[in-house]
């Protein structure tokens, strides 16, 4: 009976950990959530200090919503887990009761015998009206025993006791973080409806000004294939370089360990939020209008850096009219861009490390102070989409 109780009791304690540990990751993911969130609302501060409605006022309001929305049954994942968890903490509590009320009636069983056989007389009697030797041993060990299970009850009724309790506080505690959680839930919930409208108005007032809208298009699109066509025009250089002289081995080990890095790189901002997706995407007011992007565009508060993903070397450092100055690193055969710098920290040849900091961003003052990063991955020439690279 005990051997299956303790199992019952394993099991149910390590279902409970399994449980509390998803419980944790849900939690950091929802901080994690707030935070861009928090991100994205300093930038719209900005853009609402203008009073005309902008492509990119739009475009965070759409991150925003995307972000509530997964914040949202992030959320609800939490809520569910932990009424798995105190579902869970209440078995444990009921099967460590069960196995407390056990204990109590196997001790007091114990205190009675040990009643009727109390004074030292009737124990020594026992002993020596024993009918030889070996019975008197055998009757000494039985009335030791009788002692140590007595105490080692004793031990282990306070023990399930305490266990019980810390099962009540965790149950408690659990309830508590629920309702804190659900009431987040709520307000989140009331600020996506808000957000959602906010987003139906600023399309309204850009769907008034589509002539605006087609010649800006029209310019950022020039500006882009330009760029484009240097950054393909430096890479095909370098990869050529390459290939003709072949990679060293340290480049070799950097290109492998960067391709064991896809989906771990860090991002090449501190704080941002993808304003614009790899590949053709659709125009956010513009009807059947798309756009080609060779890589991800990463919007973040005004003043910040770009950051290096990986080990690499500074290969190439340019500008192009219209577009500000951008950076090349070469990992073995992979290549990173970052684009949009006023400021560049690094020079041609320099060695590089995860996370330093090689460039400022430009912060657009005529344009919301719209700070925007163009982020490129290439292997060798062929493009790559960063989200896929970056972790999340």
């Known amino acids: 009976m005990k051997k299956y109780f303790l199992i019952i009791i394993a099991f149910l304690s390590i279902s409970s950990v399994v449980l509390a540990q998803t419980v944790q990751q849900l939690e950091e993911e929802r901080r994690e959530a ?3 969130i928090e991100a994205t609302n ?5 853009t609402q200090r203008s009073q005309r409605s902008s492509v990119n006022q739009l475009n965070l309001l759409n991150n925003n919503i995307r972000e509530r929305q997964s914040l949202i049954g992030t959320i609800n994942r939490e809520v569910s887990q932990l009424n798995q968890e105190i579902i869970m903490l209440g078995l444990q509590q009921q099967e460590l009761t069960n196995r407390l009320n ?3 009636a196997d001790y007091a069983r114990l205190v009675q015998e040990s009643y009727l056989k109390r004074s030292f007389h009737n124990k020594i009697m026992f002993v020596f009206s024993a009918e030889n030797f070996n019975q008197s041993m055998r009757r000494l060990r039985y009335l030791q025993e009788f002692t140590t299970h007595r105490r080692e009850q004793v031990a282990e009724i306070q023990r399930v006791s305490a266990e019980i309790d810390e099962r009540h506080q965790q149950a408690e505690q659990h309830r508590l973080t629920r309702l804190s959680v659900s009431q987040q839930r709520e307000a989140e919930v009331r600020r996506l409806a808000q957000d959602q409208t906010a987003q139906q108005r ?3 007032d850009l769907r008034n000004q589509e002539q605006r809208l087609q010649r800006e298009l029209r310019e950022q699109q020039q500006r882009a294939e330009r760029l484009n066509r ?5 890479i095909t250089e370098e990869t050529r370089r390459a290939q003709r002289d ?8 950097i290109s ?20 614009g997706r790899f590949g053709r995407q659709p125009h956010p007011v513009l009807r059947n209008v798309t756009t080609e992007n060779q890589g991800i565009f990463i919007q973040t508060p005004a003043g910040s850096v770009a950051r290096a993903v990986f080990d690499g070397e500074v290969v190439q450092r340019f500008s192009v009219p219209g577009n500000n100055n951008a950076i090349i690193i070469q990992h073995g055969m992979y290549f990173t861009v970052y684009a949009n710098l006023t400021e560049i920290f690094v020079r041609v040849g320099e060695r590089v490390t995860p996370r330093q900091q090689i460039g400022r961003i430009f912060t657009d003052t005529e344009n919301d102070n719209r700070t925007e990063l163009e982020f490129q991955i290439r292997k060798e020439t062929t493009t790559l989409n960063p989200e896929l690279w970056i972790a999340r």
Do not use: C
């Open 256 to 275: 492998g360990n960067f391709e064991a890095n896809r989906g771990r790189l860090p991002w090449p901002v501190e704080r941002g939020t993808i304003s």
């Open 246 to 253: 072949g990679l060293t081995p340290e480049q070799q080990l």
């Open 34 to 36: 707030l935070r861009r």
């Open 42 to 46: 300093q930038m719209l501060t900005q």
């Open 202 to 204: 600023v399309i309204n």
């Open 102 to 104: 056990v204990l109590k």
């Open 230 to 234: 240097r950054i393909q025009e430096l």
